[in-house]
């Protein structure tokens, strides 16, 4: 498969996770997929149904998600991209009303299989995140600390 075609699914799943569009990002999937989340690589997530469980699972705990492609390689079948994302985090504790802003950075390595992902590994700093998640939070206007 061309390179631009495989540049093309990896930048219409990317656009499909600022959507938190499970359905649209599934399609992208073979249905044997396997998604390992590189923070916890010994547990992954194997075939479309535990894919969904864990994208429900994770856009449940974001709002607002605004994903920036900053790079992108690709060759032998095999997309590379790097990502900065910014949400507001409403996981527990936090909420709509008292969201946390977060940013994200993920590598994303894809193997592509006849047009869809086969293999998608992700890399990213789970601590960054947990440090951002110990300040006060944010209120739903934005204008300042969260109020108990």
């Given amino acids: ?5 495989l540049e093309a699914i990896f ?19 073979t249905s044997d997929c396997i998604l390992r ?6 547990h992954p997530y194997i075939g479309k ?9 994770y856009f449940a705990t974001l709002r ?3 994903v920036e492609v900053t790079s992108v390689a690709v060759a032998d079948g095999v997309v590379i991209g790097e990502l900065e994302v910014a ?10 009303d ?13 193997d592509i299989r006849d047009g ?5 590994r992700f890399y990213w700093d789970s601590q960054h995140l947990a440090q951002q998640l110990r300040y006060p939070a944010t209120t739903a206007t934005g204008t300042g600390p969260m109020i108990s």
């Fill in 37 to 42: 989340d590189m923070a916890d690589p010994e």
């Fill in 116 to 120: 869809y992902v086969a293999n998608e």
């Fill in 87 to 96: 949400a507001h985090y409403v996981g527990t504790p936090f909420s709509e």
């Fill in 98 to 110: 008292n969201y946390r802003p977060v940013q994200l950075r993920y590598c994303i390595a894809e």
């Fill in 1 to 5: 498969m061309a390179d631009a075609k």
């Fill in 11 to 29: 930048r219409n799943q990317m656009a499909a996770y600022a959507d938190c569009d499970v359905d649209r990002l599934l399609d992208s999937f």
């Fill in 64 to 66: 607002d998600v605004v």
């Fill in 49 to 57: 149904e535990a894919v969904r469980a864990f994208l429900e699972g």
